[in-house]
């Protein structure tokens, strides 16, 4: 998990770094949630640990998290720098991937567990 936390730092300082002087009054609410959404998937990783569901984490949960995270810096990324109308297919697909694999996930580890 320390690796997983240590990658999202680095990709989420860079991210915010780059944005930073574009966010004007946003600077602060947009850290907090890039911790929130960096917090979400270090404890998406740590579900690697559970052995019941680690087929689940592995397959689901860990690619689920790693797309929403890659949705929301597209979707930051392109409303504050880019302004391309055409980035926004990108954080739809994304966005419906980690939706996507979030929702396999659960309905396994539900499964799982009866």
């Known amino acids: 998990m320390l690796m997983a936390i240590m990658i999202l730092a680095v990709v989420s300082g860079m ?4 944005l930073q002087p574009y ?3 946003f600077q602060w609410p947009i850290l907090f949630y890039m911790c ?3 917090a979400m998937a270090a404890l998406a990783v740590r ?3 559970h052995p019941m569901i680690k087929k ?3 397959t689901c949960f ?3 998290a790693a ?3 890659l949705s929301d810096a597209t979707l930051a990324v392109n409303k504050f720098l880019l302004h391309e109308t055409m980035v926004d297919m990108v954080v739809m697909l994304t966005y419906g991937g980690a939706q996507y694999y979030l929702v396999k996930g659960f309905s396994k580890a539900l499964q799982a567990r009866t």
């Open 15 to 18: 991210v915010f770094w780059k």
């Open 56 to 58: 689940v984490a592995v």
């Open 62 to 64: 860990i690619p689920g």
């Open 47 to 49: 579900t690697i640990n």
């Open 36 to 38: 929130i959404i960096s």
């Open 67 to 69: 797309l929403f995270v």
């Open 23 to 25: 966010l004007g009054s």
